[in-house]
């Protein structure tokens, strides 16, 4: 059993940038691969971003390659969301999940944070 708390949403202009974190309890946070996830209204939820159990292995979806660096510290039981180049579109309710195997689907995921909202103003 994990539990996950988003933090650091809130409202930016457009190309400005915000860093989400995501804390986890337990002490076995090292085993869950990570991912992040977004849904904008009116849409489902999508995938964003993944982080391998140690952290060398990324993906990020195509929407936010380049803008968007997903990382993990095991040893505070936190991943990280920079978010820069920040663009409307990306408004959404953000959420980090964790996974014993897992990467790009929503069910793959066992463990879900209650979301932070992004705010992007144009």
């Known amino acids: 059993q994990v539990q996950l708390v988003e933090s650091g949403g809130g409202l930016v202009q457009a190309g400005g940038s915000l860093r989400l974190s995501c804390a986890a309890s337990g002490r076995t946070f090292g085993s869950y691969v990570m991912g992040w996830f977004r849904q904008a209204p009116g849409k489902e939820r999508e995938f964003v971003a993944y982080?391998?159990?140690?952290?060398?292995?990324?993906i990020y979806a195509d929407s936010v390659k380049g803008r968007f660096t997903i990382s993990r510290d095991n040893a505070k039981n936190t991943v990280y969301l920079e978010m820069n180049s920040l663009k409307p579109e990306d408004t959404a309710v953000y959420y980090c999940?964790?996974?014993?195997?897992?990467?790009?689907?929503?069910?793959?995921?066992?463990?879900w944070g209650q979301g932070t909202q992004v705010t992007v103003s144009s």
């Open positions: 982080i391998s159990r140690s952290g060398f292995t990324t």
């Open positions: 999940a964790a996974g014993i195997n897992a990467a790009k689907a929503v069910g793959g995921y066992n463990y």
